[in-house]
């Protein structure tokens, strides 16, 4: 290899170092902004004004939540998780983490996406109950998510340093 073709290699793989942090970053403020709209919908607030705050759900703030949980489904799923599910991705450690979690990952896309249809027509009628219920399943599978998440993230990172 000439040392012209070194340097191209060498630039087009920062290139590509620097889009997977870009994109990476890019979750983690679209995941943070999932789990503040999250708490928002939910009534997770402040302890001491829980007590005056109404229980309703309204249907604009719940399809502002839905948006951002389509973006962050997304972005996840094409910009991070592709590379594994069509098989090209290369690096060991990335491979390995991916076989341990992504399965989970993969079911719990299924249930954002559920939750997406069911709830994309709300219009504030409807039975609220099942809608806490949903929400409080929702919740945990985030944390779970977010938790598997971070590990394929921090393997991507750490390979992309190497």
């Known amino acids: 290899m000439t040392t012209v073709e070194s340097e191209v290699d060498s630039s087009t793989e920062a290139d590509r170092r620097q889009r997977l942090q870009r994109t ?13 709209g999250y708490c928002k ?3 997770i607030t402040a302890f001491e004004r829980r007590e005056s705050e109404a229980k309703a759900v309204h ?36 491979r390995q983490v991916a076989a341990e979690v ?20 709300f219009d504030g009628d409807e039975d609220l109950d099942g809608l806490a219920v949903d929400l409080s399943r929702l919740g ?3 944390a779970v998510r977010s938790e598997l998440e971070d590990r394929i993230l921090k393997a991507l990172q750490t390979t992309a340093r190497n």
């Open 24 to 36: 990476i970053d890019e979750l983690l403020e679209e995941r943070q902004q999932l789990l503040v």
């Open 102 to 121: 992504y399965p989970a990952i993969a079911e719990s896309t299924d249930f954002l996406v559920d939750f997406n249809d069911k709830y994309d027509d």
């Open 41 to 43: 919908l939910a009534g």
């Open 140 to 142: 945990q599978l985030l």
């Open 59 to 94: 249907p604009d703030a719940l399809q502002r939540f839905l948006q951002l949980l389509v973006d962050y489904t997304a972005l996840g799923h094409f910009e991070i998780y592709q590379r594994i599910i069509e098989g090209k991705e290369r690096r060991t450690l990335v």
